[in-house]
Nanobody, 123 residues
Framework: QVQLVESGGGLVQAGGSLRLSCAAS????????MGWFRQVPGKEREFVAA????????YYADSVKGRFTISRDNAKNTVDLQMNSLKPEDTAVYYC????????????????WGQGTQVTVSS
């Protein structure tokens, strides 16, 4: 089993920045991609960003491209999401995910999920 724990969410004004972190523990050996998704009430969980094993290939949703940066530290089994120029529409619960396949852009490509961290961007 793999456990994922996110941290770094909070409340920020529009135009501000936040950095989310996710730590993986347990049976994390082997090749795996890591990603971030987000979800607002009443909507499906949507892809935000992903990074391949061992990096540095990265993938971003069009809505965050140029503002968000995903990175990973393989020695520490962590993945970060640096979020700049935040907008109110970025408000959501953000989830970290780990997957052993190659479908980086959809929820089906991931096997393990964190509990989520709330990001709220005020206007």
């Amino acid at each position: 089993q793999v456990q994922l724990v996110e941290s770094g969410g909070g409340l920020v004004q529009a135009g501000g920045s936040l950095r989310l972190s996710c730590a993986a523990s347990g049976r994390t050996f082997g090749i795996y991609a890591m990603g971030w998704f987000r979800q607002v009430p009443g909507k499906e969980r949507e892809f935000v960003a992903a990074i391949s094993w061992p990096g540095p290939n990265t993938y971003y949703a069009d809505s965050v491209k140029g503002r968000f940066t995903i990175s990973r530290d393989n020695a520490k089994n962590t993945v970060d999401l640096q979020m700049n120029s935040l907008k109110p529409e970025d408000t959501a619960v953000y989830y970290c995910a780990l997957g052993r396949g190659s479908d980086y852009l959809s929820t089906g490509g991931y096997d393990y999920w964190g509990q989520g961290t709330q990001v709220t961007v005020s206007s």
